[in-house]
């Protein structure tokens, strides 16, 4: 307003912009990911074309991509992949029934739980693969070894977890359903399953983190088939591009399973998964 | 009224009673089980498991191996935890650095660290090194997110509050940004040393010739099940002693950064 204090505005605006670098110029985000994600697809061609020269150290993902698209056409790569996913879903759904129903009578008898607690934390901090050895001495080298070791640790995951979302409940819940008259089972079943419930979903989820996991070290130590096996013979025979593939599509059927899995429970759902937190 | 223990006398020495069972009930009924239903030679009872860790205790054999697999662990988890901090804090003070880190760590975070034991001993042999990067790496990717997750959990009234006080970068970086974003990063150290315990026993049971993994092949291959057991129950009773001592050093030592207080 004062005349006095807008000369000051003028030699601001009239500033010339410096021109800003390349990489300024992209926008923030997706966009600017992806072109860090060619460049470092780029890099590692580079890298492996001229500077370790060598397929065996580091192949090129050009090599990589050739041998994947050989190996699925020849049908290796789909056969190990079902057979490690046949794997998971088989131990997952069994680990996961028996988990849920051992943690709800665990919830509803504390004196239980009490004496089962301790013990269930204290073997779920050995780690899995610890286990695997012994697994295979009971079980046999076979399947079954395979699935004992997932149904184990997705059991003892539930378990907790249910157990937790059972004692949460809140009492008045319980004591509101019985003033109107509902017997114990009913009351477990409409009562005390949907308070429990997302703490059961999220157990859910790091189970499938676990038996994911719990697979691939399986399948490390001693299988037949699967992807894990795949990576670990590619290591005895110094093919590295066959198992780079291996890898990358254990990092695929991971984030599929956890998408998916993402999906179906907020689809089916959704109205409990939002208390957990 | 009735219900209410841990306040009273009689609370609390139910609450003992109760912890002793706990630890007494499953291992009497392991050792009837081995005694009796289950094949003692496959899975032997916990008095002769015991024995055993007494045993190795003794020669030596025992500590070795915890000692070695300590010393893998500590060194590349603060190794890994410090790049992984400082990465984070670049990452979540320049959205370049964000945009450049983003799809590593996506594709990093995917891939079972397990799966990339095979990898590492291309690279680096079955020596000490690949076992390093192994957990190096681990730590790494494991703390990137946890520490800008806390960055990015400061309320910016924070941030403009020392800044119109007339802080300067760096003072908000040491005052501001570090302490607020410390739970995460501690809670992110612990769930972090966890995993990497996991790696370091799987290296050692894949390719190693010492170490807590190594010894459970070892046993196996000489069907020494009760020597296999101590190796089993060795690195659970470790990551619970760790997991402890984290949770400990968090709410006694650093009093006002611990998590549980804070989000719960």
Known sequence: MTPALSPAAPPVAVQVPRPRPVWRRLPPGPARQTVFAVLLILVWQALSQWWVQNSSLLPSPVVVLGRAAELTLGGELPRDMATSLGRILVGYVTGAALGTALGLVMGRLPGLETLLGPSLGFVRSIPPIALVPFSIIVFGIGEASKYAIIVYLVGIVLALSAAAGVRETPRIRIRAAQALGAGGLTVLVKVVLPSALPFILSGLRVGLNLAFMAVVSAELIGARGGLGRMIMDSQTMFETDRMVVGILALGVLGAVLDRGADLVIRRALGRFTHQAA | MPRVTGATGEGRGRHWLGAVGAVLLPLLAWELLSRTVLNGNLVPPPSIVAGTALGM???????????????????????????????????ASSSLVWDALRPLLAVCSTVPPIALIPLAMVWFGIDEPARLFLIIYLATVLMVPSTVSGVRAIAPIRLRAAESLGARRADVYVRVILPAALPFILNGLRISLGFCFMVVVAAEMIGASSGIGYLIVQSRYYALTSKMFVGILVPGAMGLGFDALFRWLVTVALPRFAVEKRTG
């Open chain 2, 57 to 91: 205790l003794g020669t030596g054999e025992l500590g070795l191996h915890i000692a070695i697999s300590l010393r893998r662990i500590f060194v590349g988890f603060v190794l890994g935890s410090g790049l992984g901090i400082a990465l984070g804090l670049g990452a």
